[in-house]
């Protein structure tokens, strides 16, 4: 059975930084693409940042570039989401999710991802 489990959640002031992480278990992940996405109350669920498993190719939403970086781990099953100069507006619940999908292609849509994690909240208080 596929599992994505995140870790690395809780509260920090504006400024602060976190780092998401997310293991995947049940089969190798090194061959889909990874993503980060988040959903705030009231919101539809967006896209934050996701990552190739072909040569590592990286993409992010405008709202979070130059604060958080996206990398992976193959040998661990595991992909990182280092979050940087939090503002109050990155509150949200945040998933990963992995995509089968050809080496050089980040899809930015959740419909396109197969597998969910069950998600991490993310505070940040002004």
């Known amino acids: 059975q596929v599992q994505l489990v995140e870790s690395g959640g809780g509260l920090v002031q504006a400024g602060g930084s976190l780092r998401l992480s997310c293991a995947a278990s049940?089969?190798?992940?090194?061959?889909?693409?990874m993503g980060w996405f988040r959903q705030a109350p009231g919101k539809e669920r967006e896209f934050v940042a996701g990552?190739?498993?072909?040569?590592?190719?990286?993409y992010y939403t405008d709202s979070v570039k130059g604060r958080f970086t996206i990398s992976r781990d193959n040998a661990k099953n595991t992909v990182y989401l280092q979050m940087n100069s939090l503002k109050p507006e990155d509150t949200a619940v945040y998933y990963c999710a992995t995509a089968a999908v050809g080496q050089w292609y980040i899809p930015a849509r959740a419909a396109e991802y197969n597998y969910w994690g069950q998600g991490t909240q993310v505070t940040v208080s002004s």
């Open positions: 049940g089969r190798t992940f090194s061959n889909s693409a």
């Open positions: 990552i190739s498993w072909g040569i590592t190719r990286t």
